[in-house]
């Protein structure tokens, strides 16, 4: 596993604080996600007709009515029989990434606070960091309460909030441009976890300060070992 420091990036192992992504970062729960996503389009009629792992990352009135061009009428309606799929099974769809567990659990016992910042709903984030064991190494859980709600920079507000972190005491690991955008708004830098699903170059297009291929090198970038 590997990781790329970009030119100026600044002292990483120094942050105290540091905000994951959960799709794509902690858990690949892509699977689930295009699956129930494809059903939901074909039942109205839609032939999805391009790569679906674009459907992991952004929220997802968002993604339908960008990749699609619906109104908002119809991208409520499939959001919300996407979303009865994916509570009805989907969801469990997903598998940790590989040495997740470990990278936080090491962040955990070196003193550093840590919060989910996400935006999946808050319920489904929290039933999977569960099943998975991740939830007692983190000091909080910010998801999406609603879909006015989804905001990549909105959500990493509320995380920082809820650690009592300043901007520059943080650093934000993130999957796709959209937590690198999100991040970059509230002051925050980003490192971009390469977990599937991002583009090529989608990392140092975002501005994102690094990139790394797996938590074990998430894990020496962060503490320095």
């Known amino acids: 596993m590997s990781s790329q420091v970009h030119e100026g990036a600044l002292n990483l192992s120094g942050r105290k ?10 858990v690949d729960t892509g ?16 032939d999805p007709g391009m790569d679906m792992r674009r459907f992991v990352g952004p929220p997802v009135l968002d ?3 960008l990749f699609f061009g619906m109104d908002a009428v119809q991208a409520e309606r499939i959001k919300d029989e ?21 990278c936080v659990r090491a962040l955990h016992a070196a003193g ?9 709903p808050t319920r489904f984030a929290r039933i999977l960091l569960e099943k998975f064991g991740f939830l007692p190494y983190f000091d909080a859980v910010c998801g999406a309460e609603s879909d006015a709600h989804a905001g990549k920079a909105e959500i990493v507000r509320l995380a920082l909030g809820a650690l009592g972190a300043r901007p520059e005491e ?23 976890f390469a977990g599937g699903y991002e583009e090529r170059g989608e990392f140092a297009a ?4 690094a990139e790394v291929s797996g938590h074990a090198a998430l894990r020496a970038l ?4």
Do not use: H, W
């Open 206 to 209: 975002a501005g994102a300060v």
């Open 112 to 120: 550093r606070k840590t919060a989910v910042a996400t935006s999946k």
């Open 170 to 192: 943080a650093v934000m690991v993130g999957d796709r441009k959209y937590d690198v955008a999100g991040a970059a708004a509230c002051g925050v830098p980003c490192i971009g």
């Open 31 to 46: 699977r689930g996600i295009m699956d129930c996503m494809r059903r939901a389009l074909e039942k109205n009629g839609i």
């Open 63 to 65: 993604a339908l009515q």
């Open 222 to 225: 962060l503490l320095g070992a």
């Open 17 to 26: 604080f540091v905000l994951f992504d959960f799709d794509g970062t902690l």
């Open 82 to 102: 996407y979303r009865a799929l994916y509570a009805a099974g989907g969801l469990y769809d997903c598998a940790p990434y590989p040495g997740a567990l470990d």
